[in-house]
């Protein structure tokens, strides 16, 4: 959770204080500086309201503080706050600081609050910013719904085109999100969209959208159609009529390549493919076993499985159709080549988006040194600064559990505290009855690592920290979790928020229908195999829409091993569950991607 520490205002609030005066000789645009950017540090805005008369002074003190605020200086942001209430005289005035007090309840986790302040329209250009921060609302909130309307009305409201357009393609990111039964009749221009884009590609959809638009022709995704509806207007569906699986069938990864045969052949029958699926075992020799495929007429390749092999047939250059390699082995330039595995990096990747959801401000990273968390560690940091979060990270690896231990207690400053009140009871020469106190900067901690070393890590954080300080959020990924099943483990891991993919905790659905037929057929089976078998089972799903997906913005597949998405280069990406364990029980939700920061054109990020 961010916090604001307790603090005294102190000089910074007797120094606003000074500078202010009753009246104002200066004629100055505030609303446009109010509602712009914020260009300069908090000091020299201060430097300003000492050389300036009347309003303009407390107007001055109100910018610094906004540039505090976009320096995620909260603290000092409430200190403009609370030496400035009630005493801004003017409507500009008044209505900035209404948002700026919006803007550090929400920073502050006081939604209730933030949410009064935000709740009646304001004058002019403030209502933009009013719209911004409530569709900002709204997303901490995990309310799509209204954060839809927001943005709906954000659109309606603004004359910036740019705005317009960014609220457009934002609305159709979160549309799929929604409850459409909670949007009113306003909303048809959508969903028929959405229903066009679900159901038609290439000309067809072309031909759809000119009727569409003629329909909606004043409606606000006629107008700003979203980017990638235009782009699936050029792209078709994949219809093989020979697909070839290459998978390891015999030698030391057999029972690899049968897990995800057996799920590929599942949702292939499941689904009536009418393509011939030809199945060839790739263990011996991976481009041979492609050649025995195209004598066989095969037009789009899936597999194979391991690393060495796809970049031997990348390297034979024979692959001409469509592919679906079951290994992340990216090449540049290739269109129809496409990238699946089950990658632990994208679940930290996850993790990053949901400190970015959380509005974490310092993330810390704990684990091991070893290869899988290194990686884990640079997914995390990478999806971190995307979102405009460009200071370090703080990563700590280490070499063994003696150092981890060590570096639990350094990272909590346990240490310290206990060193200093050692100190006091020096100076006083008597004992203090105190408690060792732990940081509390740290609001997400991720912890890499298996179940073991996740257990251990949890176990020393356990009894570390203080129990006057509030508990540090704690996440960790499939590899970390508990046995499920077992009552001791929920509760040695108890707080723990974890991704996992849906086949092993969905309570509905096809994921689950799929995980209780597979405990009957394959009931020795490790959850290792299980998760290929997933795996395999959306491979065969994907197949259809490989090229859409690939286009930005479009709509997840629902998969058993995850939301599943394509990136521009084919590469694809997993998004799970989030399991949160809570007093023996298990909480399962589902995890929302925040979008990428943008910019209007005034530079505004949005």
């Not at 060839?280 to 597999?303: H, Y």
């Not at 600064?385 to 690896?397: F, I, K």
Request: hydrophobic residues 40%; proline residues 5%; glycine residues 6%.
């Amino acid at each position: 959770m961010t916090r604001i520490l307790s603090r005294s205002a102190g000089l910074l609030c007797l120094a606003l204080l000074m500078t202010s005066c009753a009246t104002t000789s200066q004629q100055d645009n505030w609303t446009q500086r109010l509602t712009g950017p914020v260009y300069l540090k908090a000091s020299d805005y201060l430097d300003k309201a000492r050389q300036a008369d009347g309003d303009a002074k407390l107007l001055w003190q109100l910018q610094a503080g906004r540039a505090y605020a976009q320096a995620s200086d909260w603290a000092r942001t409430e200190d403009v706050l609370k030496a400035l209430r009630g005493r801004l005289a003017s409507p500009e005035g008044q209505a900035a600081y209404q948002l700026l007090a919006a803007e550090s309840a929400m920073a502050q986790e006081s939604y209730d609050q933030a949410g009064a302040l935000l709740k009646a329209p304001l004058p002019g250009d403030f209502e933009i910013q009013r719209l911004r921060l409530s569709s900002k609302l709204a997303e901490l909130t995990g309310d799509t719904t209204a954060q839809l309307q927001a943005l709906a009305k954000l659109a309606a409201t603004t004359n910036d085109t740019v705005l317009k357009a960014r609220s457009a393609d934002r609305i159709w990111t979160l549309l799929p999100q929604a409850d459409t039964n909670k949007l009113g009749a306003d909303w048809a221009p959508w969903l028929t969209l959405q229903e066009l884009a679900r159901d038609k590609r290439g000309p067809a959809l072309k031909s759809a959208l000119d009727d569409w638009r003629q329909l909606y022709a004043g409606s606000l995704p006629a107008q700003y159609l979203p980017k990638s509806i235009e782009q699936l207007t050029q792209v078709t569906d994949y219809q093989p009529t020979k697909v070839a699986l290459l998978l390891p069938l015999t030698g030391n990864f057999a029972a690899q390549g049968q897990a995800i045969r057996d799920g590929f052949v599942s949702a292939w029958v499941e689904s009536g493919q009418s393509a011939q699926l030809v199945v060839i075992d790739s263990a011996q020799n991976a481009v041979a076993a492609w050649q025995q495929a195209q004598a066989q007429g095969a037009d789009m390749l899936v597999g194979p499985l391991l690393r060495p092999q796809v970049e031997a047939l990348q390297q034979s250059g024979t692959v001409k159709v469509p592919w679906l390699a079951l290994n992340r082995v990216y090449r540049p330039g290739f269109a129809d080549d496409y990238y699946f595995a089950l990658a632990p990096e994208d679940e930290a990747a996850q993790a990053a988006e949901e400190a970015v959801a959380r509005n974490a401000r310092h993330p810390m990273l704990l684990g091991l040194d070893t290869s899988t968390n290194s990686r884990q560690a640079q997914a995390f940091i990478d999806r971190w600064r995307q979102y405009g979060h460009n200071e370090p990270v703080d990563m700590r690896l280490f070499s063994n559990r003696q150092q981890l231990e060590a570096g639990i207690r350094d990272m909590l400053q346990i240490d310290d505290s206990k060193a200093r009140i050692r100190q006091v009871e020096s100076v006083l020469g008597r004992s203090v009855v105190a408690e060792a106190r732990s940081r509390r900067d740290v609001d997400f901690l991720y912890l890499l690592g298996d179940r073991e070393e996740v257990g251990l890590m949890k176990a020393f954080i356990d009894v570390t920290i203080s129990p006057f300080a509030d508990p540090i959020a704690a996440y960790t990924s499939s590899r970390g979790h508990p046995d499920l099943e077992s009552p001791a483990g929920l509760r040695d891991f108890n707080g723990l928020s974890f991704t996992e993919m849906p086949y092993f905790v969905a309570q509905q659905g096809p994921a689950l229908a799929m995980r209780e037929l597979l405990g009957q057929l394959r009931p020795q089976w490790p959850s290792a195999l299980e998760r290929l078998f997933a795996m395999g089972y959306d491979a065969a799903r994907l197949l259809p829409r490989m090229a859409v997906l690939r286009v930005a913005g479009t709509e997840p597949v629902q998969g058993i091993s995850g939301s599943i998405g394509i990136d521009s280069n084919g590469v694809i990406y997993r998004r799970l569950k989030w399991v949160n364990i809570k007093n023996g029980t298990t909480q399962v939700q589902d995890h929302v991607i925040p979008p990428l920061p943008e910019q209007d054109s005034q530079g505004q990020t949005f």
